[in-house]
């Protein structure tokens, strides 16, 4: 089994990880673009890691309003807080943003040191703490970029936040406009005509998802 570079088995060798697997109940899914890989209301007792694809964590209201909550590439998680907090029923759905290939581990398998001793077991469970803190720490970005009072500042502090984890005015954002405006909750045409104010105004260029702050 090839595992991506992922920040829960940070510090475990790979002959190490090999033999964890059964251990950890892994089981590898592949899912279809736009295939469901959890419904809201579904009970989550397993931690999700992207092997190939993106995947993306969203909310849908009653009147069919979608609201993106995150993404998640190779190497990342996903359900770990649900999954980690005992939560009966799912408030998020997943969803393939791309054919992607899942691994599944069993959360109380992960956080219960098994009977075999594994060496590496404990440095697991840090890892996912620190993983779960991570994921807490971009709900609370999400939160700043949607707590701005207009459009165009939300854009501007979504853009400005990207630059700076680029480390450069130039960047790619994981979005397309459909997807960045469900993840400001804004409404498409409205963020798409702002953001050609923005252009003719010389304060950025774009080019699809590429973008440069002037």
Known sequence: MKIPTSALFAGV???DLDSMMSCLSAKERNY?????IFHTGDKVTQIGMVLEGTVHMMKEDIWGNVMILGEAC?????????SCAGVKH????VVAKTDVKVLFLDIQKVLTVCSNGCEFHSKIIRNLLSSIAERTLEMTRKVEHMSQRSLRDKVLSYLSSEAVRAGSKEFTIPFNRQQLAEYLSVDRSALSAELGKMRDE???EFWKNQFKLK
């Open 32 to 36: 279809k673009k736009n295939e469901f």
């Open 202 to 204: 010389g304060m950025l």
């Open 90 to 93: 799912l408030e998020v759905g």
């Open 13 to 15: 060798g790979t002959h």
């Open 74 to 82: 190779p190497g990342d998680l996903f359900g770990e807080v649900y």
